[in-house]
């Protein structure tokens, strides 16, 4: 994993910016066929009271450095030439029949709901130029949690409580408004100067329909959503974190899967790698392919027992209520969120994560 990590930060500055598009401030339903026939659509965020004057186009940031790249796209630092204001920007190409248009056009959706969180990175403008998508975001000063994993290999249990603690609050936002992220992982949990915790890189979302269920949340009616797991869906997002029932839903016989469920058994594992400092659910010196994965992950060959014999109990306990193989019986948002782990640290805050080390 850690040559992984490395390879991550060696990304060339390969991609140029287009010099003349438009941003968009104002929140609209938006579809495929608006996108392809139009160039001047309504689409971003709505928190962006606070943006800057002239970011009509992008011929307005300057290119700074790469921040990383997935799901289709390469992340830049940028600033604002004439205020300096610092901005990370996602820059997704493709072609009006390319795959990935689809999934530019679900995120930018997306990023619009998804405006009220403190949990989730803010997205300032979304920009379209016709063969591609610029996603003008919050700028995380720190990083991601795979950087901070890259620097200090592992973290204290106290650091962790105030990450996973971060992440069930942004879920427990997001699944309120049907929305599944569907990639949780170390990579697209960033930080700031402040320590705080927020969800980024909705490439791989998905927004569900509403029905009567509410096995997430008891908000009332805005808390009841389904959604099924499928060979279409199922496997969107990044395999080493996926859940069982979205590696290989056909292990269910066809029965409809809580697709809700499967944000938790990442959680679960990014909860394991942060204490681990490697991914922990083959051993040290295992290879990590998708064999090794499906044998761990859906054929129920034990994890290692040895993993977590130096945690404490509530933390060992918490790992087990998120790693359950059967969708059915893993612990949901509102049993996590008052989990005695989550709450072991109450007084805990984001120094604790940036000057954690074991």
Partial sequence: MTLVRERRHQQALRLTLPQSVGVFMNPSPVSSSSLLSSSSLSLASSSCSSSPANMDTLSNFRKLSVLGSGNGGIVYKVSHKQTGAIYALKVVRFSERDVGLVPAIREAEIL???????????????????????????????????????????LSERAISWIVRSVLKGLKYLHGLGILHRDIKPSNLLVNARGEIKMADFGASRVVAKANVDRYSQEGDQSAYTCTSSRNNACKGTRAYMSPERM?????????????????????????????GRFPLVGEDEKLDWVTLMCVVCL??????????????EFESFCRRCLERNWRKRGTLDELLLHPFVNKFEDSGGDDLLNSSD
């Fill in 112 to 154: 619009q709901r998804v405006d009220s969180s403190e949990y989730i990175v803010k997205c300032v403008g979304v920009f379209h130029d016709g063969s591609g998508f610029g996603f003008l975001m919050e700028y995380m000063d720190y990083g991601s949690l795979c950087d901070i994993l890259c620097k200090k290999t592992r």
């Fill in 248 to 276: 290989d839903p056909e292990q269910w016989d066809g029965e409809p899967c809580d697709d809700y469920a499967g944000d938790i058994w990442s959680l679960g594992v990014v909860a394991m790698e942060c204490y681990m």
């Fill in 300 to 313: 129920g060959e034990k994890v290692e027992s040895s993993i977590l014999k130096m945690a404490s109990p």
